[in-house]
């Protein structure tokens, strides 16, 4: 009869355990272990301005599941404004607007499909609203994917038994079993 022998961690050897475990995932997701990377989304910006006040700016931001945002913004030395911004979402919803801010006040146009809109032209701004719907994506997004990595699932469970043994002060639930040398999950006798 062999008798297995229960190992006992300390709080500061399973917290270096899940740093390393931590710092792994990390290389890995990466790119440095061949891991490819996942896109994040994509930006752009310029600005410029010149010794008499005129001025522009302007950015455009896509994520990597294809909302986009943007605005763009031109100036003169006098205060007059015109600019436009853009927000677009995954699901089909768009909006853009147009505006003018000068002598004359401040105009704008809504140009959108959102739901619960309509054509209307509240406070001097026209809001021109064809609402079709959102149209769902037919691709399976990332995050999606990221759930059935074989990583995460590892990283799960280690992070569950950390939990349980640092912050319960549960015991480990590992045995090393010395005759066969593997690690088991449960305390028994053979």
């Not at 010794?51 to 003169?76: P, W």
């Amino acid at each position: 009869m062999t008798e297995v022998k229960l190992l006992h961690f300390s709080n500061t050897m399973i917290a270096k355990v899940a740093f390393l475990c931590a710092a792994l995932s990390a290389v890995r997701a990466s790119g440095l272990m061949g891991a490819p990377l996942i896109n994040t989304g994509i930006s752009t910006s310029a600005r410029q301005q010149d010794v008499l006040g005129n001025n522009a700016f302007g950015y455009t931001i896509k994520d990597g599941l294809g909302a986009t945002n943007s605005r763009s913004e031109v100036g003169d030395g006098y205060g007059n404004r015109k600019g436009s911004y853009t927000i677009t979402d995954i699901d089909g919803r768009a909006r853009r607007v147009d505006y003018v801010a000068d002598g004359h006040g401040f105009r704008a146009t809504v140009k959108t499909n959102e739901p619960g809109t309509a054509a209307s032209s509240p406070a001097a701004a026209l809001v021109a609203s064809p609402y079709a719907g959102p149209v769902a994506r037919s691709s399976t997004t990332w995050p999606l994917l990221l759930l059935q990595h074989p990583w995460l699932s590892l990283l799960h469970w280690l992070m569950e038994v950390l939990w349980a043994v640092v912050l319960l002060g549960m015991e480990p639930p590992l045995v090393w079993d010395t005759e066969q040398a593997f690690w088991v999950l449960e305390s028994v006798k053979l």
